[in-house]
């Protein structure tokens, strides 16, 4: 490929389809604690390829992830690239309630703590406690 001294950027959003070159992607939100994640579904000459982005149904908006299922499904796709971090045998009790909740008794025992929020999307700083 020739070498280019610009990179062009395009923004996009959920629900909406893009190109590149003969590749058609389709962009759907998924649950997670950072804001803007997404899988995808990319067509191709030979069928669909879903890639799944961090899948999670245990995050405040599993019905995003729930709804990506529906439509990677309905592609019938010939390939499926799976992303996880927490793929184990061993069963986790832990949950982003639970988490909220811990950090909520952290930072009461700790009033005097500097405290950032982990997901800016549904925790932030308000009065020295975590707030919803």
Known sequence: MPYRSKVEINEFRAGRRF???????HRIHVDHSIPGAYGFII?????????????R??????????????????????????EGTRI???PSEESEQGVFREGNSLVAKHPDALCLPISISRTW????????
């Not at 067509?43 to 899948?55: K, N, R």
């Open 19 to 25: 190109s590149v070159a003969s590749l058609e992607i």
């Open 125 to 132: 700083i308000g009065s020295g406690r975590f707030t919803r």
């Open 43 to 55: 067509y191709t000459s030979a069928g669909a390829v879903v890639y799944t982005g961090d899948v």
């Open 88 to 90: 184990t045998d061993i």
């Open 57 to 82: 149904l245990h995050g405040a908006r599993p019905e995003m992830t729930q709804e990506f299922m529906a439509e990677a499904k309905a592609a019938k796709p010939v390939a499926l690239i799976c």
